[in-house]
Nanobody
Framework: QVQLVESGGGLVQAGGSLRLSCAAS????????MGWFRQAPGKERDIVAA????????YYADSVKGRFTISRDNAKNTVNLQMSSLKPEDTAIYYC?????????????????WGQGTQVTVSS
């Protein structure tokens, strides 16, 4: 089992940057594929980015491609989401998620463990 804690959210102006971090408990972090999701009010929870167990394979939603970068450090049990050129439509609660497996996973139903979420607000 793994516990996830996100940090790094906040209020930023359009065009700015934020770096989200997710710290995972446990000694087997490298067994887990990781993902970042976001949920805006009244909307579904959607994939933002995903990364496989060793960081060698990543996926980005079209809406963030070229602006966001997902990375992980298995030695530190962390996964990060660097967000640049932020837009008001990026405003949402951002969640870190984990599941055992060697691939990348795109759907919220595929993930077993979730953090509590961190709010990102982008002002215009």
């Amino acid at each position: 089992q793994v516990q996830l804690v996100e940090s790094g959210g906040g209020l930023v102006q359009a065009g700015g940057s934020l770096r989200l971090s997710c710290a995972a408990s446990g000694r087997t972090f490298s067994r887990y594929a990781m993902g970042w999701f976001r949920q805006a009010p009244g909307k579904e929870r959607d994939i933002v980015a995903a990364i496989n167990w060793n960081g060698g394979s990543t996926y980005y939603a079209d809406s963030v491609k070229g602006r966001f970068t997902i990375s992980r450090d298995n030695a530190k049990n962390t996964v990060n989401l660097q967000m640049s050129s932020l837009k008001p439509e990026d405003t949402a609660i951002y969640y870190c998620a984990a599941r055992e497996g060697s691939g990348r996973y795109y759907y919220s139903t595929q993930y077993s463990y979730w953090g509590q979420g961190t709010q990102v607000t982008v002002s215009s």
